[in-house]
Every structure is written in structure tokens, then in C-alpha cells.
């Protein structure tokens, strides 16, 4: 029985590397749940998509992990052997958390065996059925040391992200992934912060998304980044937070800039910096409005909530960090927390009013916000 069991696991592994030799352009990977046996091929290939029935599946993946563990033991000369790959394939597509398996593929691209742009394939079937893997991921980044920085497909592999990210909430592999790539390509910011919305509209409860899209503010902001039509057609979203907790009529670039930032420095910033200050703040205040649409659409949800946090804190540290010192990087902590509230018109309306909101987000404003409601 056991053998009968072998030669039929030998034989839909056999099926499947026909099936990768005959299409190289393979896109997804699929368990098909199926109860029974039904006397047919258990290896299902229709227009690029490779499926394989569940009735089989362990069966197979332990037949593989035996014969790779076996040809460890016994060939001294294993990565010169092109038997392991179809072996590995399989084991690595059913259950992509072995990580000495992955070592094995990474021998043997050194070892000329498996192509690198193969690979990227490979690994982007593994994650068609396993969003999460944090393997199939690390490898790809991995992958990526043998390729040009000219040659890389970047904005690809955030659609991958973006897929993965999809299918599976709440994805922290995928969403750091993607910090990774946008730390080797900063060009992509602009596009992120189209395809960061489109997420949160379609999945409004996903927190890892808003997180991801903070972190690109911070980014937009700390390389300078601004967009000269927005700053100077469309400021609507900073001039209407800031009228709303002023009622002062605030309607121009320089009047916004001003109240934001009264008696600064503007020439000891820059005016890349203070361009790019307004343009993120615009962004925050958007996303302000962004969070309170949303909940009034779908009422209270705690993603809502953090990002409103999230957006305000932005605002109020670089209004306080820029209005403290033009050399706001290297400002202490301390200093900054000791920041006169009163100074600032807009800060001080914004801190009265973001008091009126319960005992909760007054904690929350004195924490992170240093607003000393005691005083």
C-alpha cells in the first residue's frame, strides 16, 4: 500500500513539473477542496492557473519533504542535481514555511540551477496561495540583489503587494514589503497616495493599510516632496480645518502658512520645505475628512478613529517642531512637549476644541499631543 502511495505521489509531482515546463507564465496556485479520489487527475491546469485537489495534497507534500530530506542525507553533491527542483516546487507551493527549503533555492541559483526571473515568478505563485508568507517575500527581496536598480519592475511588485494585501487582511509582511520597496524607489510616492486611498475604500476595517499610508506622509515630507498644481489651486482641505477651528476666513497659501506658522523663519526652512509642508498638511486635512465621511457612512469603526489621530498628530508636531526651531530635526523631545500652545492661534483652537471630544481623546491629546488640559 505504501508503495502504491509513492508511485502515485511520484506521479502527480511528475504532472506538475510537466505542467511548469509546458507554461512558464503560470499566475496562481489553488488547493481545490475536494472530499473523494474520483479516479482522475488530482492536477487541474486551465489558462495559467495550476490547481491541485485537497484529497491528495498532504499525501503529496509528505512524499516531497521525504524525498528532499533523503536526497540531503545521501547526495554530498545535491545542488548539482536538477531531481530536487520539482520536489521542491511542490513542497514549497503546498507549504511555503520551510525556510531550509528556501535555502536549498537560494543554493541553487548560485549554483546556475534556477533562473533569477524564474524565481520571481515562482515566488509570486507562492504567494497567490499564501499572502502572508513572510519567506516567499524575504526571498523575493533576496532575488532582488541580482538584478540593476534600472532593471526592476517596481511599480509590479507593489501590485503584488497590493494583491496580497487583498486577499488577506491585515497583512503585515506584505505592507512592510512594501515600505522596503518604497525605500529603494521614492519615485512611487506620488502613485501611492492614489492606490492608498483606493485600499481604504475597499477595505475601511484594515488598519494596516492607514498605518502604510502614514508612514508615506512622513516619507513626502521628509524628502520635500509637493505637487506645485495642488499648492496652488487646491489647498481646500488645510484651509477649511483650519476655518473650521478659527472661523477666521482664511483663504490664501501665505495666509495658511502664517497661521500654521506664525513669526517663523520661512527663508532658514526653505521653499521646497514650506511648500512641502503645505502640501502634507493639505494631504493630513483631507484624510481628516476622509476618516469623518467614512464614519458617517459606515459609522464608528477604530481605524477611522486612529487615522484621524494619526493625521492630527501630524499636523500639530511639524507646526510645532517648525514653529520651535528651523532646525526642527534635531529638536529634543522635551522642548518640543513644552511647546506655548497659546502662541498659536490655530493650535490653541484646535486643542480647545479637540477637548470638547470625552475624557478618552482628551488622554489621548495629552499624551501624544502634549496638551495640558490640567493647565
Given at each position: 500500500?505504501?508503495?502504491?502511495n509513492?508511485?502515485?505521489?511520484?506521479?502527480?509531482?511528475?504532472e506538475?513539473?510537466?505542467?511548469?515546463?509546458?507554461?512558464?507564465?503560470?499566475?496562481?496556485?489553488?488547493?481545490?477542496?475536494?472530499?473523494?479520489?474520483?479516479?482522475?487527475?488530482?492536477?487541474?491546469?486551465v489558462?495559467?492557473?495550476?490547481?491541485?485537489?485537497?484529497?491528495?495534497?498532504?499525501?503529496v507534500?509528505?512524499?516531497?519533504?521525504?524525498?528532499?530530506?533523503?536526497l540531503?542525507?545521501?547526495?554530498?553533491h545535491?545542488?548539482?542535481?536538477d531531481?530536487?527542483?520539482?520536489?521542491?516546487?511542490?513542497?514549497l507551493?503546498?507549504?511555503?514555511?520551510?525556510?531550509?527549503?528556501?535555502?536549498?533555492?537560494?543554493?541553487l541559483i548560485?549554483?546556475?540551477?534556477?533562473?533569477?526571473?524564474k524565481?520571481?515568478?515562482?515566488?509570486?505563485?507562492?504567494?497567490?496561495?499564501?499572502?502572508?508568507?513572510?519567506?516567499?517575500?524575504?526571498?523575493?527581496?533576496?532575488?532582488?540583489?541580482?538584478?540593476?536598480?534600472?532593471?526592476?519592475?517596481?511599480?509590479?511588485?507593489?501590485?503584488?503587494?497590493d494583491?496580497?494585501?487583498?486577499?488577506?487582511?491585515?497583512?503585515?509582511?506584505?505592507?512592510s514589503?512594501?515600505?522596503?520597496?518604497?525605500?529603494?524607489?521614492?519615485?512611487?510616492l506620488k502613485?501611492?497616495?492614489?492606490?492608498?486611498?483606493?485600499?481604504?475604500?475597499?477595505?475601511i476595517?484594515?488598519?494596516?493599510?492607514?498605518?502604510?499610508?502614514?508612514?508615506?506622509?512622513?516619507?513626502?515630507?521628509?524628502?520635500?516632496?509637493?505637487?506645485?498644481?495642488?499648492?496652488?489651486?487646491?489647498l481646500?482641505?488645510?484651509?477649511?480645518?483650519?476655518n473650521?477651528?478659527l472661523?477666521?476666513?482664511?483663504?490664501?497659501?501665505?495666509?495658511?502658512?502664517?497661521?500654521?506658522?506664525p513669526?517663523?523663519?520661512?527663508?532658514?526652512?526653505?521653499?521646497?520645505?514650506?511648500?512641502?509642508?503645505?502640501?502634507c498638511?493639505?494631504?493630513?486635512?483631507?484624510?481628516?475628512k476622509?476618516?469623518?465621511?467614512?464614519?458617517?457612512?459606515?459609522?464608528?469603526?477604530?481605524?477611522?478613529?486612529?487615522?484621524?489621530?494619526?493625521?492630527?498628530?501630524?499636523?500639530?508636531?511639524?507646526?510645532?517642531?517648525?514653529?520651535?526651531?528651523?532646525?526642527?530635526?534635531?529638536?529634543?523631545?522635551?522642548?518640543?512637549?513644552?511647546?506655548?500652545?497659546?502662541?498659536?492661534?490655530?493650535?490653541?483652537?484646535?486643542?480647545?476644541?479637540?477637548?470638547?471630544?470625552?475624557?478618552?481623546?482628551?488622554?489621548?491629546?495629552?499624551l501624544?499631543?502634549?496638551?495640558?488640559?490640567?493647565n
Amino acid at each position: 500500500m505504501d508503495n502504491e502511495n509513492e508511485v502515485l505521489c511520484e506521479k502527480i509531482i511528475n504532472e506538475i513539473n510537466a505542467v511548469f515546463i509546458k507554461d512558464p507564465d503560470l499566475c496562481s496556485f489553488e488547493i481545490i477542496p475536494t472530499i473523494l479520489n474520483q479516479n482522475k487527475s488530482p492536477v487541474i491546469h486551465v489558462d495559467h492557473n495550476l490547481g491541485l485537489e485537497s484529497w491528495c495534497a498532504k499525501h503529496v507534500y509528505d512524499f516531497a519533504h521525504k524525498t528532499i530530506i533523503s536526497l540531503k542525507l545521501s547526495n554530498r553533491h545535491l545542488y548539482n542535481n536538477d531531481t530536487i527542483i520539482k520536489y521542491i516546487n511542490i513542497a514549497l507551493l503546498i507549504n511555503p514555511d520551510v525556510t531550509s527549503f528556501w535555502h536549498i533555492r537560494r543554493q541553487l541559483i548560485q549554483k546556475n540551477k534556477l533562473k533569477v526571473h524564474k524565481e520571481f515568478q515562482y515566488s509570486a505563485l507562492v504567494l497567490s496561495k499564501k499572502p502572508k508568507s513572510s519567506e516567499a517575500f524575504a526571498y523575493r527581496r533576496w532575488l532582488f540583489s541580482f538584478q540593476s536598480i534600472e532593471s526592476i519592475d517596481w511599480p509590479m511588485e507593489i501590485g503584488i503587494c497590493d494583491r496580497c494585501a487583498d486577499k488577506s487582511s491585515s497583512n503585515y509582511h506584505a505592507w512592510s514589503h512594501r515600505q522596503w520597496v518604497l525605500q529603494k524607489e521614492p519615485q512611487l510616492l506620488k502613485t501611492e497616495i492614489m492606490l492608498t486611498e483606493k485600499f481604504m475604500r475597499k477595505h475601511i476595517s484594515d488598519y494596516s493599510c492607514y498605518q502604510y499610508r502614514q508612514v508615506v506622509l512622513y516619507k513626502l515630507f521628509e524628502v520635500s516632496y509637493y505637487d506645485s498644481d495642488e499648492i496652488t489651486n487646491n489647498l481646500n482641505y488645510i484651509r477649511d480645518l483650519i476655518n473650521f477651528y478659527l472661523i477666521d476666513g482664511v483663504q490664501s497659501a501665505e495666509n495658511i502658512v502664517s497661521t500654521l506658522l506664525p513669526g517663523s523663519d520661512l527663508q532658514a526652512m526653505g521653499e521646497d520645505k514650506v511648500k512641502s509642508f503645505l502640501f502634507c498638511c493639505n494631504l493630513a486635512a483631507y484624510d481628516i475628512k476622509f476618516c469623518d465621511d467614512q464614519k458617517n457612512m459606515f459609522g464608528t469603526r477604530e481605524s477611522f478613529e486612529n487615522h484621524r489621530r494619526a493625521m492630527l498628530k501630524f499636523i500639530v508636531d511639524h507646526c510645532v517642531k517648525l514653529n520651535s526651531t528651523s532646525d526642527f530635526y534635531q529638536q529634543p523631545l522635551s522642548k518640543v512637549s513644552k511647546y506655548d500652545y497659546s502662541s498659536n492661534a490655530f493650535l490653541s483652537a484646535l486643542k480647545k476644541s479637540e477637548g470638547l471630544m470625552g475624557e478618552r481623546h482628551r488622554r489621548w491629546c495629552n499624551l501624544f499631543l502634549g496638551f495640558d488640559y490640567a493647565n
